[in-house]
């Protein structure tokens, strides 16, 4: 089949537009991996910078797996009894509590550092700690759990099985873990996944939060681009990329999902 | 338990970790803004002082070029992707929505490669092309992490399109110009404009690519963040901040309204 001209200049933009996302991306892998980047791949390949990363770097790598997975922690404690509430009192007062939590999303992670910062930075003992940085980074990712679970639950009759179940006799807490929880899986999955890309990622509230002895990776990674030579940024940026990427996808392909199943 | 506690129990938690680190640090930040000398004059006096509108106007028209920029872009490879299938279509997908969970500062060093001294093209072309510490620099950082948030968007608002509008034009003869223009554009409208507000606002609020490429064009973030932490005019840092927070919260629950959808800020 002859394709129109503008077939053609869609396809280009379009190949163009990937270019300009990939090209950067593949080389920081090349230059995270060669000997010399402004020689070229001819120096050679070699493992050298990972290993100086990882000498330089792994407390930072460390300390976002760690904050990530307490982060996950918090957002499930709080967010699904949360959207759960939400979702048995649909109504103008949860909407805009649904409205307020979610104002992390529309303000820039520098406004909100500030005010965090202003509030709590003379508690000398919790501005210094990891904790800090864990309260940013959970009021950064709250939002997302919650929408991510009320949305499923929305979408299911989660009432009349709350019923039978009551007049079985089961009790308000034994409904909640043995049907709430088990139909809201795929939403909490979705949210789970975002919570966790999301805080490994976290840079704008974490670099206002954090202190030179509690560095994440971002943090870490914006200390290299500005004080390290070009191989060994971009080979922690290759680490970033092995952690981060698989991430996104398995994000991608659980809130499709999620996404289906509410529909 | 009576189940009506049991619900007022699910929801303490989130009251109590909202009350302490979401409205009590706002309301402090609207109060510091005010504890200077200036007391609430502080907002008269950022309309002003030349620096700070010169900034305003900066950012406005950084964030707005991209936004324009990010949506034609995204129109047309997203209106393609939608449309066509062919073997590869699934990689340039992944490809494209990749940036999503970049942040800023590895934005920033993305520009780096392709325009800093060591950069690409500056290895590619004879003599210096450097353009990543410039405005160019930021504009397309700032594309960069705008393309795939409004692609998602334009793809899932083709998704709804409803084809044998366009099938009823062509019928009618309509050439795929006046297609693309009468009915495919009218259908994405509320789309791109959410889309447009959301590119908007996450460009006005973006730190981290603007910190890592280090520009000297102001833009509102690296000035509250100078503010705050190089002249600890807190006040100021403040008021800016406050002034950032509303703009791209009003203009978010504008794009809402015509939608229904938002896609994380970052950058």
């Not at chain 1, 300390?63 to 990530?68: E, F, G, K, T």
């Not at chain 2, 402090?28 to 509108?53: D, K, N």
């Not at chain 2, 500062?105 to 780096?112: D, E, L, Q, T, W």
């Amino acid at each position: 089949m002859r394709r129109a001209p503008t077939w053609w200049l869609q396809l280009a933009v379009t190949l163009l537009t990937a270019a300009f996302l990939i090209v950067p991306a593949i080389q920081s892998i090349l230059a995270g991996l060669t000997v010399n980047y402004f020689q070229g791949l001819s120096s050679g390949l070699t493992l050298k910078w990972i290993g100086r990363v990882w000498d330089l770097y792994s407390d930072s790598i460390f300390l976002s797996l760690w904050l990530a997975v307490t982060c996950l922690a918090v957002t499930l404690v709080i967010g699904v009894p949360a959207a759960y509430a939400l979702a048995r009192n649909p109504g103008r007062l949860s909407r805009m509590l649904e409205e307020f939590i979610s104002l992390p999303l529309a303000v820039p992670g520098l406004a909100l550092a500030l005010a965090l910062l202003q509030l709590y930075g003379t508690m000398s003992g919790f501005r210094t700690s990891w904790t800090f940085i864990l309260a940013g980074h959970v009021l950064y990712t709250l939002p997302f759990m919650v929408r991510s679970v009320l949305a499923v639950l929305m979408a299911m009759d989660f009432r009349s099985l709350e019923e039978s179940a009551a007049t079985l006799g089961a009790s308000a807490p034994t409904r909640f873990r043995t049907i709430i929880v088990p139909s809201a899986l795929p939403g909490i999955l979705a949210g789970s996944l975002t919570v966790v890309t999301l805080s490994i990622g976290e840079f704008n509230l974490t670099w206002m939060l954090h202190t030179p002895y509690l560095k994440t990776l971002p943090v870490g990674l914006a200390d290299s681009y500005a004080s390290m030579r070009l191989e060994v940024a971009s080979a922690y940026t290759l680490v970033f990329f092995v952690m981060i990427v698989p991430l996104l996808m398995a994000m991608q392909w659980a809130t499709a999902r999620a996404q289906r199943i509410a529909r | 338990m009576s189940s009506r506690t049991f619900v007022a129990c699910c929801l303490l938690p989130l009251a109590a970790f909202t009350l302490a680190f979401l409205a009590l640090p706002l309301v402090r930040l609207v109060q510091a803004s005010s504890e200077s000398e200036t007391g609430w004059h502080i907002y008269l006096q950022i309309l002003q002082t030349p620096r700070y509108l010169e900034t305003l106007l900066n950012t406005v028209l950084v964030s707005l070029a991209v936004s324009l920029a990010a949506l034609a872009i995204s129109t047309i490879a997203g209106v393609f992707l939608a449309r066509n299938r062919f073997p590869g279509r699934g990689l340039l997908l992944s490809i494209l929505t990749l940036p999503l969970a970049f942040p800023g500062v590895v934005v920033g060093f993305m520009i780096i490669l392709l325009g800093g001294r060591q950069g690409l093209f500056n290895q590619l072309l004879p003599g210096h092309v450097v353009f990543a510490y410039s405005l160019t620099g930021l504009f397309l950082g700032y594309l960069y992490f705008s393309i795939p948030r409004v692609l998602l968007t334009v793809m899932a608002a083709v998704e709804k399109l409803n084809p044998s509008l366009e099938e009823a034009a062509r019928t009618l003869g309509a050439s795929p110009l006046r297609i693309v223009l009468d009915v495919i554009l009218p259908g994405l409208a509320p789309s791109l404009v959410a889309a447009g507000a959301i590119a908007f606002a996450t460009a006005m609020g973006a730190f981290g690519t603007a910190f890592t490429l280090a520009t000297n064009i102001d833009v509102l973030p690296m000035v509250i963040y100078t503010e705050f932490t190089l002249s600890a005019n807190i006040a100021m840092a403040s008021a800016l901040s406050v002034l950032l927070g509303l703009v791209t919260w009003l203009l978010l629950l504008a794009a809402r309204s015509f939608t229904g959808t938002t896609v994380a800020a970052g950058g």
